[in-house]
């Protein structure tokens, strides 16, 4: 890795000005300046003449893209098991290749191929999740840490209806787990943090819950976990939770549902009611949209269009393994065509996404969890891809935009030609 305190990108340029507005400025420059983005220029101004320069060739130069949800330890069964559903695959497939990082050796063979992948794919940012296993946890967060990128990254807490072999003893042996992997980590990585993870309330007692609570309150982290993502699903946690209004409420009860002090990322959100919207609103919460995964395990289709009208917090992710490309090109170009058959098949009054929202959900949106990142904005993290699409040639001259919008569709990740997080060049 190198970095420079100040040098320029010079190539296509395209980011997010906002939800609706997509920049592109042909044959231009982006300049970093102490790891921050210091402005895209047709010609560099006076001030930033003389500095260190890569041109492009007319490579597209974006803004890096953020996985808010992803789980690390399915990446090794991508691809595979996709004719079950949410329930059925998490006991069948999930939870029996998750018990197996309770094996050092094995969690290490497993990892080093996520995030040697992870940091080849498009994403800067990410939000991922462990295993219950400590060891393992800080194991995924040293690798990870080894490729640039920034993430957060959680051990899971589940002490009830998993297997034996992956279900920690009690909420208290959960809860104290947790404090030593945190103290244990604590201040260890640059580039990696911890974030509470209950897998979800099936997964997590009351009494666990309540043990959550207060270490998030201890330790002031952020938190991670999944909400309304299938009928069966909400339909069971009714059952668990017959005191709780709706599916977000069972977390909002324990103080574990956003709010200034818990910044709060949920899975999913597929059902969703307007009593749960209005409180994810107001907490802050927000929506990882997650297309590839509710297509694969039959789960539906959010209805993004309406968190977006509604003001809700909303980025992308892949979910890994239930979703089964690590790129998030790939996870606009879904969330742009199941957008489209929600509006056609179930609400018409949405209209269906447009490329341009994917991709700030990809890159500004999702990336605001992390803070000033996901464009190119002054002030903003300089977090850039360089991205070749020389490999799909085609018989005309096409705008930068459309270079863009088609590699979504027909790249599944390996166009990444350079790579920078923060201002640090990773390759």
């Not at 399915?74 to 197996?100: C, I």
């Not at 800067?124 to 080894?146: N, S, W």
Request: aromatic share 10%.
């Amino acid at each position: 890795m190198n970095n420079q305190n100040t040098f320029a990108l010079k190539g296509d340029i395209c980011f997010s000005l906002d939800q609706k507005h997509l920049s592109v400025m042909e044959n231009a420059y982006v300049v970093c300046e102490d790891g921050l983005c210091a402005g895209v220029y047709r010609e560099l101004p006076g001030r930033f003449r003389g500095i260190p320069c890569t041109d492009t060739g007319g490579a597209l130069i974006t803004p890096g893209f953020t996985d808010l949800h992803l789980h690390a330890p399915q990446y090794s069964f991508r691809g595979m098991h996709m004719d079950l559903e949410l329930l059925d695959w998490l006991n069948t497939v999930t939870f029996p290749e998750e018990a197996k990082y309770a094996d050092l050796d094995y969690a290490k063979r497993a990892y080093q191929i996520f995030t040697e992948d992870l940091k080849n794919s498009p994403t800067t940012r990410a939000c991922i999740f462990g295993t219950l296993h400590a060891e393992a946890t800080e194991l995924l967060m040293e690798l990870t840490e080894k490729t640039g990128i920034k993430a957060y990254v959680g051990k899971v807490n589940m002490d009830r209806n998993g297997p034996a072999s992956l279900q920690e003893e009690s909420a208290k042996s959960s809860a104290e787990a947790t404090v030593r992997w945190l103290e244990e980590t604590a201040g260890k990585y640059r580039n990696v943090r911890p974030i509470l993870t209950p897998r979800f309330i099936p997964s997590c007692s009351d009494e666990l819950m309540r043990e959550l609570s207060s270490i998030q309150k201890a330790y002031r982290l952020p938190v991670q976990s999944h909400l309304s993502e299938n009928p069966g699903e909400t339909a069971w946690v009714r059952e668990l939770c017959p005191d709780a209004d709706f599916y977000g409420d069972a977390y909002d009860r324990f103080g574990l549902f956003g709010g200034g002090q818990c910044p709060t990322i949920m899975a999913h959100c597929v059902y969703s009611s307007d009593q749960e919207i209005a409180l994810m609103k107001k907490r802050g919460v927000y929506v990882a949209h997650c297309p590839q995964s509710n297509t694969n395990l039959s789960s539906g289709i959010a209805p993004v269009r309406k968190f977006l009208e509604e003001g809700l917090c909303v980025g992308l992710g892949t979910d890994i393994a239930g979703g089964h490309s690590l790129s998030m090109l790939r996870a606009a170009a879904d969330a742009v065509q199941v957008s489209k058959l929600r509006w056609r098949l179930t609400d018409n009054t949405q209209k269906a996404l447009t490329f341009d929202e994917a991709f700030y959900l990809a890159t500004m949106g999702g990336g605001s969890f992390f803070g000033k990142v996901g464009s190119f904005l002054d002030g903003y993290e300089f977090d850039a891809l360089i991205l070749d699409d020389s490999r799909f040639p085609h018989p005309q001259p096409l705008t930068a935009r459309e270079r863009l919008e088609r590699l979504a569709y027909l790249d599944d990740g390996g166009c990444v030609a350079g790579k920078y997080v923060a201002g640090v060049k990773l390759f």
